[in-house]
């Protein structure tokens, strides 16, 4: 349970960060769009923590137990066929994996990333893989267990300009299980780049 103080100190850092309020567009991709769709994995807690929130906070949640070919063929291909559209996640490696793979045959890859590495204390350790997350994964930390309640409204309020899209190789076990991964796929053309290709 977040206390008030958690949810404070959380709020605190995203504040200090220059990425409350209206800062929706500064996670580096040109205009920044709401996700139109947001994938939760439900054989995760902690993942369909995040749903429930994202989808109380009234965004469109497609749950997944892992196989994502029926979220490719009723909703992803069709999303991407006409044309570029933003999609976010708090899944496993293996759903984000087979996701990414998707996401490059339309022009899309992985922007944002954050792994949650399960401890022995039975919390996360959160781990910024680019660098547009590493203020958003001290936010996650401060949120302490209601981390996936807190990324649901966070969602999207990133630091500017990932130059590159980063591969997506989950770490190793955590010492309380397999690792979660936070995530925004966004069309390549709307990364601004700084000397790397996308």
Do not use: N
Not at 12 to 41: C, H, K, N, Q, V
């Amino acid at each position: 349970m977040t206390t008030r103080r958690d949810f404070l100190q959380a709020s605190a850092i995203i504040g200090a960060a220059g990425m409350g309020g209206g800062a929706r567009a500064s996670f580096g991709i040109i205009g920044a769009p709401e996700p139109r769709l947001l994938i939760a994995d439900r054989r995760y807690p902690a993942s369909r923590a995040f749903g429930g929130a994202a989808a109380a906070g009234g965004r469109t949640v497609v749950m997944t137990g892992g196989d994502v070919s029926g979220l490719w063929t009723g909703r992803l291909r069709a999303l991407w066929q006409d044309g570029e559209a933003e999609i976010a996640g708090m899944t496993g490696y293996d759903v984000l994996f087979c996701l990414e793979r998707f996401a490059w045959d339309h022009r899309h890859c992985v922007i944002a990333l954050v792994d949650h590495v399960p401890d022995a204390a039975g919390g996360y350790q959160h781990v910024a893989r680019t660098s547009s997350c590493e203020r958003l994964a001290e936010a996650l930390a401060a949120a302490r267990a209601d981390f996936p309640g807190f990324q649901a409204q966070a969602l999207g309020v990133f630091d500017p300009e990932p130059s590159r899209c980063p591969p997506s190789h989950a770490p190793g076990k955590g010492m309380g299980g397999e690792p979660l991964a936070s995530w925004i796929i966004a069309p390549r053309s709307r990364i601004r780049l700084t000397g790397a290709s996308a």
